[in-house]
C-alpha cells in the first residue's frame, strides 16, 4: 500500500526536488555577480529529472554504513552531483572574467520558482483527490 502511494507521489517529489536543488545554484550564482572569476553554472533539469525517474527512488542515493545488523538499511541525502553541473555561457564576457548575467540569472530564478509553485500546487491536488476517495 505504501509503495502505492510513494509511486503516486515519485514525480512531484522528484521534480520538487531537483527544483529546490536547482534554485540553490541559482541563488549561489546571483549571490557571486561580483566575485572576480566566477563561473555561472546550471543544471539540464531535464536530463537531471529524466535520470532521477529512470534511476528509482533510492538510487541517486548513497547507501549508510550499517555497524550492527540490527541498524535499519537507510539512504543519505543527495545533490546534484558536481559533474553533471554545466557551465553557463555569457552573452558578453565581463573584464573580471565573471560569467554572472543578472538578468539571465533573475530570470531563470523567477521561472524556476515558478516550476516550483506548480509542482507543489500539482502535489497538493493529487493529496486532495487521495483524500477524497478515501473519505468518499
Do not use: C, W
Not at 24 to 48: G, Q, V, Y
Not at 61 to 83: C, D, K, M
Not at 105 to 116: G, S, T, V
Amino acid at each position: 500500500m505504501i509503495d502505492k502511494l510513494d509511486d503516486a507521489f515519485r514525480f512531484q517529489a522528484t521534480a520538487l526536488d531537483l527544483r529546490a536543488q536547482r534554485q540553490e545554484i541559482l541563488a549561489s550564482n546571483i549571490a557571486n555577480a561580483d566575485t572576480p572569476n566566477f563561473k555561472a553554472r546550471d543544471m539540464n533539469f531535464r536530463a537531471a529529472f529524466a535520470d532521477a525517474l529512470a534511476a528509482g527512488p533510492h538510487a541517486a542515493a548513497g547507501t549508510l554504513l550499517q555497524t550492527s545488523a540490527r541498524h535499519f538499511p537507510g539512504v543519505a541525502a543527495s545533490g546534484v552531483p558536481e559533474q553533471s553541473l554545466l557551465y553557463r555561457l555569457p552573452a558578453q564576457a565581463s573584464i573580471d572574467g565573471n560569467t554572472v548575467e543578472m538578468d539571465a540569472e533573475r530570470a531563470q530564478f523567477a521561472d524556476n520558482a515558478l516550476h516550483y509553485e506548480a509542482s507543489i500546487t500539482l502535489l497538493n491536488m493529487q493529496i486532495k483527490n487521495l483524500l477524497s476517495a478515501i473519505q468518499g
